[in-house]
């Protein structure tokens, strides 16, 4: 292996940075050429990219997003867009290529592993939806921002006895409602993975209130069927069966723009370590993850088989501490 690229593709999470720096300082280490592609797979297929030396990733450990850009890429679900990429590639003679991203993103680099070329994804979302991988780069600045929305809103609402309801991030999954409600006290998670009705929601919100809660928050994934619109219509329309008056926030991307904590400056550091080391020795056509403590490759033809499931006993654990 001479040369590599590296780019961020899919929503940017905090730690993205680190991943990149890590992947140049090694590659160079192992003197390699190391290329930046800049907006994901976009600018693979029309061959944006330059080379990265040790001071362009100077700096950029504690800055969230990604310096190279991101973006979602529809043509490169086709044929032609990947043929267009490999051209590109060919081109500069990189022969090797490492996706920092989610599960659309490493959809794409297994379809580019598939056609042949060496890749090596690392597991970057913060969904943390990404099978192959209990924990992805960003998840865990992303909770404490949820976290903190929970902490300042049960201030509000336990000055004026009210309910709040904050909806946060999660289009599949809810890791990030459930581990905030958990580690923010919440009286009520709502995520795609668990379908709750309304009612259930209000009555469990009556009964706090019975039983002398001055607040009663309620954290809904964006993904859950009934997500913070359908609730809000919901409770409006009930607001006497409810007994707390009720405020909603939604967080919305403010959850992805964070300054990256240490866990995933360490994580994302690992991780691209991980991959240029995955590559020198030959393995690729798989996601570097952490498992049990340990960084893990999995072949990413079956982290795209594989659906992240939630583990369901922090549901139980979550009712059973609302009293
Ligand atoms: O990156 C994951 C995610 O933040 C999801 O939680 C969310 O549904 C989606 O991206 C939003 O994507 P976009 O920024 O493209 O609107």
């Known amino acids: 292996m001479k040369n590599i690229a590296v780019l961020t593709s899919g929503g940017d999470?905090?730690?993205?940075?680190a991943a990149i720096r890590a992947v140049v300082r090694t590659g160079i280490a192992k003197g390699w050429d190391v290329y930046g592609v800049q907006h994901g797979y976009a600018g693979l297929m029309s061959g944006d990219m330059r080379q990265l030396g040790q001071r362009d990733v100077g700096g950029?450990?504690?800055?969230?997003?990604?310096?190279?850009?991101?973006?979602?890429?529809?043509?490169?679900?086709?044929?032609?867009?990947?043929?267009?990429?490999?051209?590109?590639?060919?081109?500069?003679?990189?022969?090797?290529?490492?996706?920092?991203?989610?599960n659309g993103s490493q959809t794409g680099s297994n379809a580019l592993s598939q056609m042949g070329f060496p890749v090596v994804g690392i597991a970057s979302t913060i969904d943390n939806d990404l099978y192959g991988s209990e924990m992805t780069i960003g998840?865990?600045?992303?909770?404490?921002?949820?976290?903190?929305?929970?902490d300042r809103l049960k201030i509000t609402a336990s000055s004026h006895q009210r309910a709040f309801l904050l909806e946060v991030m999660g289009r599949d999954c809810g890791y990030i409602a459930l581990m905030s409600g958990i580690a923010g006290g919440a009286e009520f998670m709502v995520i795609p993975e668990v379908e709750v009705k309304p009612e259930t929601i209000a009555n469990e919100i009556r009964e706090a209130y019975r039983r002398g809660k001055k607040h009663a928050i309620i954290v809904v994934a964006e993904g859950a069927k009934y997500n913070a619109e359908a609730l809000i219509q919901y409770f409006k329309q009930h607001s006497e069966v409810v007994g707390f008056e009720l405020r909603a926030t939604i967080l919305g991307h403010i959850?992805?723009?964070?300054?990256?904590?240490?866990?995933?400056?360490?994580?994302?550091?690992?991780?691209?370590?991980?991959?240029?080391a995955a590559l020198a020795r030959g393995e690729h056509g798989v996601l570097v993850g952490l498992n049990k403590g340990q960084i893990t490759t999995t072949p990413l033809s079956e982290v795209v088989k594989h659906k992240k499931q939630i583990d369901l006993s922090l549901v139980e654990l979550a009712r059973e501490l609302d009293r």
């Open 255 to 276: 959850q992805r723009g964070g300054m990256p904590g240490a866990f995933d400056r360490i994580l994302a550091t690992r991780l691209g370590a991980a991959a240029t």
């Open 139 to 150: 998840v865990d600045t992303a909770l404490n921002i949820a976290l903190e929305a929970i």
């Open 60 to 102: 950029i450990i504690q800055q969230g997003g990604t310096i190279l850009g991101s973006a979602r890429a529809p043509e490169f679900k086709t044929e032609e867009g990947r043929r267009k990429a490999l051209r590109q590639l060919q081109s500069r003679g990189i022969d090797g290529l490492v996706v920092i991203g989610g």
């Open 13 to 17: 999470a905090p730690g993205m940075n």
